[in-house]
């Protein structure tokens, strides 16, 4: 109920990507799964065909985004949006940006999108329903993680902070890959420590499955997460059979598939470059040393280094809307602070789940390292003296895995530490949730009813 109050504080289309990403989930709504040219020999974006309707409320929200100076208020385009239903005229839009996802991902919204159409609801009615369905889906998602392994305060805190809330309540992709990532990592977690303990095979069979299924869909969807493969690999390599090690070279085949797949067809031209992806790509595997030189000048530079850091936590909007400066250094002092008290809580548990905690510590490592490339790839020309269009919200899955790495994995919990962490975690939730909410009423000025 506070996540679907809170929702109505921000109006459409206010989260980085997000027209493209609902106008990719209006068109698997109805049956385009692929991006495709606007003709068979035309030249330019990859994209495909969305309601006239939906791309104008887009194109409406779009006007208070940024520096723009709009001359109407949130409030007043959003209820102007309440007056206009679908047009059932199909137009192309540039979607290019979104071509690296796998359509599944997109499930929720296109549900969402597709009843909206079905029942004849208005742009507004529409667009909260669809919000509202995705978010209940990301905190459905969260819960059964939660019950597959007890976060830590650590995680806890990640998944509260300003910009994690922000996108949990907006119909992107984020949320759900932040929570997809929080049940892989509790099924992870929870496959280890049955096989560990002997634990039988029929519930091994279903759960091996799952993280196989869970791994495809986040690695597909955030290609920076393509070292989460090594979760199942970890798991076949603790006890081998056929049928699993069948299940890991298909899901390798499938994901590296795919990538390579939408690498060598997607045309995406609002970068101008003198090289390709492929052949950026091609610069780096051979001098990974200058690449790695690239991003230590991207972390030194003054600007975008701080960034960085500010926009991990709580730059929200498309960059122009930041929580309070002292809140940013707040929220960064509890997560050091969390990290280091899960970190004590970890070093009392069974030497049992060294590796496991040293895998989790290198997908960590190397997805916070790919997401520098991916960008540095797509968004960038060679040579580059840093690598722009880096956001902070590109690291949080990155760092819930660093976060399970260094707490607790064991389930039990005293009486005290029960106790302990339900009142940080109400106080975290309270202070967070908090700077969220004065933030975007002071940026858009939305009531929640």
């Not at 709504?29 to 994209?47: C, F, I, R, V, Y």
Request: proline share 5%.
């Amino acid at each position: 109920m506070l996540a679907l109050v809170m929702a109505r504080m921000i109006p459409a289309f206010q989260s980085p990507d997000e027209i493209m990403h609902l106008h990719r989930a209006d068109m698997i709504a109805n049956g385009q799964l692929l991006l495709e040219k606007p003709a068979p020999d035309a030249s330019g974006h990859t994209g495909g065909y969305a309601d006239l309707h939906l791309i104008r409320f887009a194109t409406w929200m779009a006007t208070i985004t940024g520096n723009r100076k709009a001359d109407v208020s949130p409030g007043w385009l959003m209820d102007e949006a309440s007056r206009h239903g679908w047009a059932n005229d199909r137009h192309f839009v540039d979607a290019a940006g979104t071509a690296y996802y796998l359509p599944l991902i997109y499930l929720p919204h296109a549900t969402g999108l597709a009843i909206s159409r079905h029942l004849d609801w208005s742009m507004r009615a529409s667009y909260d329903f669809t919000r509202a369905l995705v978010a209940l889906t990301v905190l459905a998602l969260l819960a059964w993680a939660w019950h597959l392994l007890p976060p830590n305060l650590l995680v806890r805190a990640l998944v509260l902070m300003p910009m994690s809330a922000f996108q949990i309540l907006s119909p992107t992709i984020d949320g759900l890959c932040i929570a997809m990532t929080l049940v892989l990592g509790g099924l992870a977690v929870a496959q280890y420590q049955a096989q560990c303990n002997g634990g039988t095979a029929a519930p091994c069979r279903w759960r091996y499955a799952a993280i196989l299924g869970f791994t495809f869909v986040l690695v597909t969807s955030r290609t920076n997460l393509l070292p989460l493969l090594a979760l199942p690999l970890l798991l076949l390599c603790q006890r081998f059979s056929w049928p699993r090690l069948g299940g890991f070279v298909l899901l390798c085949a499938a994901s590296l598939g795919w990538t390579l797949f939408v690498l060598l067809t997607t045309m995406d031209e609002r970068i101008e470059r003198s090289h390709t992806t492929l052949q950026i790509v091609q610069i780096y595997l051979e001098d990974p040393l200058y690449f790695l030189g690239l991003v230590g000048s991207t972390l030194a530079d003054k600007d975008k280094g701080y960034m960085l850091v500010y926009s991990f936590v709580g730059v929200l909007g498309w960059l122009d809307t930041l929580i309070p400066r002292p809140a940013m250094h707040g929220i960064w002092a509890v997560l050091a602070a969390l990290a280091l008290l899960a970190t004590a809580y970890a070093g009392r548990e069974e030497r049992q789940y060294t590796l496991l905690r040293a895998v989790l510590t290198a997908c960590a490592a190397t997805s916070t390292l790919l997401a520098f490339f991916a960008i540095a790839v797509t968004w960038n020309d060679y040579p580059a003296q840093v690598i722009s269009g880096v956001q902070g919200r590109y690291f949080i899955m990155p760092a819930l895995l660093f976060a399970l790495a260094i707490g607790p994995l064991e389930h039990q919990r005293t009486p005290v530490q029960q106790a302990t962490e339900f009142g940080v975690s109400g106080a975290m939730a309270a202070y967070f949730l908090l700077v969220l909410a004065v933030t975007l009423y002071g940026r858009y000025q939305l009531a929640a009813f």
